[in-house]
C-alpha cells in the first residue's frame, strides 16, 4: 500500500473532522493529480471506521471494564482489520468511482445499456448505482465511503443526481469528491462539501519521504525535484527513471519553445493539440513543465529583487494562461483554440531549463 507522504496539517484537520460530532457527509479534495488526493480520502475512512477510535460495546462499562484511552493522535490506529483492508484498497465499503463501468446500475427495463470500460466521463447509471447503494446499509463498516475520482467528469445529469444525495445523505454513508479543477463542478455541489486543498508536498518532505522508502539517494534527490511537490509522482519518477527523463526532456522543450518567435509556437501549438486527440495525459503533463518553467522563472525573478515589473507581469500571465488553458482542456473547449491562446500568452522568453525547488512557491 502507498502511505501518504506530508499533510500533516491536512491529517490533523481530517482527524478533528471525523472523530467530531458530526462529521461531514461530503468532502472535496481540490488539488493537484499526485499530491495524495485519494489517500486523504481513505484517511478520511480509516478515521470513521477504525477499531480503536470505535465506542465500547455495550455493557462494557457496566461489567467494570474500562477501554484503555485512545490518543487520538495515535488514529488511525493502522492495524485493525478496518485500517488494513482500506490501506490494502480492499475494503468492500471503500468504493471508488471512477470513469468507467464502476458501480454501473443501467435503469429498470433498459435492456440494451451498453459496458462503457473507456467512457471518459462519470455517468448517470454509475451515480444511480452509488445511490442505490449508498441506500443500502454497508457490509461491514460503521461508515462506507465513495470516492468520486476525478469529480471533474461527472457528467451533467450525473451531476444534477448525485447533488440530491449529497443534500440528503445516508446516514451511513460518506463521499468524497476528488479533483484538480474544482472550477468545473456545480457551485451547489460544491456548497455542500466541506472542501480541503492539497497543495503540493515541500521538495524536502518529498525526499524524506522517498528516503525512507529505501530509494538510494541520489535518485531520490532526483526523483524530489523532478516531480514538482507531488508524492505520487516523484515514487512513479523513481520507480521508472524512464518517465523522469521523459519528462525532463519535455522542460527542454518548453525552454526552447519559449524563446521562439509566433510561427514557432503556433507550430508547437497545433502538434500539441494533435496529440491531445489520443494523448490526453501527455498534454496535461506538458502544461504541468509549462508550469514548472514559469513558476521557476517566478522564483529567479524574486531572488534577483527583480525591480523589472514587466518581467513579472509577463511572468504571472504566463502563469495564468497555463491554468486557464488546462481548465478549458478539461471543459471540452477546442484543444487547438485553447493551446494557442496560451502560447500567445507567454512572453518571449530564454529560460533556465534547470530543475528548480519550484514548491517553494507553494510553500
Ligand atoms: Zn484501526
Ligand atoms: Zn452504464
Known amino acids: 500500500m502507498q502511505q501518504l507522504i506530508g499533510h500533516d496539517a491536512i491529517l490533523r484537520e481530517l482527524r478533528g473532522l471525523a472523530l467530531g460530532d458530526d462529521p461531514p457527509h461530503a468532502l472535496l479534495f481540490a488539488g493537484p493529480e499526485g499530491t495524495g488526493r485519494v489517500l486523504l480520502a481513505r484517511e478520511y475512512a480509516r478515521l470513521l471506521n477504525c477499531e480503536r477510535a470505535a465506542p465500547p460495546p455495550a455493557g462494557a462499562a457496566f461489567a467494570g471494564f474500562e477501554p484503555p484511552p485512545v490518543d487520538p493522535e495515535e488514529l488511525p490506529c493502522g492495524e485493525c482489520r478496518s485500517c488494513r483492508l482500506i490501506a490494502e484498497g480492499s475494503h468492500p465499503d471503500v468504493i471508488v468511482m471512477s470513469p468507467g463501468d464502476t458501480l454501473c446500475r443501467p435503469r429498470g427495463g433498459e435492456s440494451s445499456h451498453a459496458k462503457h470500460p473507456d467512457s471518459r466521463d462519470i455517468r448517470i447509471c454509475q451515480v444511480r448505482g452509488a445511490i442505490e447503494l449508498a441506500a443500502r446499509y454497508p457490509f461491514e ?14 457528467a451533467r445529469e450525473a451531476s444534477h443526481a448525485i447533488l440530491k444525495t449529497l443534500e440528503e445523505p445516508p446516514p451511513h454513508t460518506f463521499f468524497a469528491l476528488v479533483t484538480a479543477a474544482p472550477e468545473v463542478l456545480l457551485e451547489t455541489i460544491i456548497s455542500r462539501c466541506r472542501r480541503i486543498d492539497v497543495r503540493p508536498v515541500p521538495r524536502s518532505e518529498v525526499e524524506e519521504g522517498l528516503l525512507a522508502r529505501g530509494i538510494e539517494s541520489g535518485l531520490a534527490a532526483r526523483a524530489a525535484a523532478a516531480a514538482r511537490g507531488r508524492p505520487g509522482r516523484a515514487i512513479a519518477f523513481a520507480e521508472n527513471p524512464d518517465d523522469m527523463a521523459r519528462r525532463e526532456r519535455m522542460l527542454e522543450k518548453c525552454t526552447r519553445v519559449a524563446g521562439e518567435g509566433l510561427k514557432g509556437r503556433f507550430d508547437y501549438a497545433e502538434g500539441l493539440a494533435d496529440r491531445y486527440r489520443s494523448q490526453r495525459a ?18 529567479a525573478a524574486a531572488r534577483d529583487g527583480s525591480a523589472d515589473t514587466a518581467r513579472l507581469a509577463g511572468t504571472l500571465d504566463a502563469l495564468r494562461a497555463v491554468a486557464a488553458c488546462r481548465e478549458h482542456l478539461l471543459a ?32
Do not use: C, G, K
Open 282 to 299: 501527455s498534454v496535461l503533463e506538458e502544461l504541468d513543465a509549462w508550469e514548472a518553467l514559469w513558476e521557476q522563472e517566478l522564483l
Open 332 to 363: 471540452n473547449v477546442i484543444a487547438r483554440a485553447a493551446i494557442e491562446l496560451m502560447l500567445l500568452s507567454f512572453p518571449r522568453r530564454t529560460l533556465e531549463a534547470a530543475p528548480e525547488d519550484v514548491t517553494a512557491a507553494h510553500a
Open 141 to 154: 463498516a460503521r461508515y462506507r465511503l465513495v470516492i468520486i475520482e476525478p469529480a471533474d467528469r461527472l
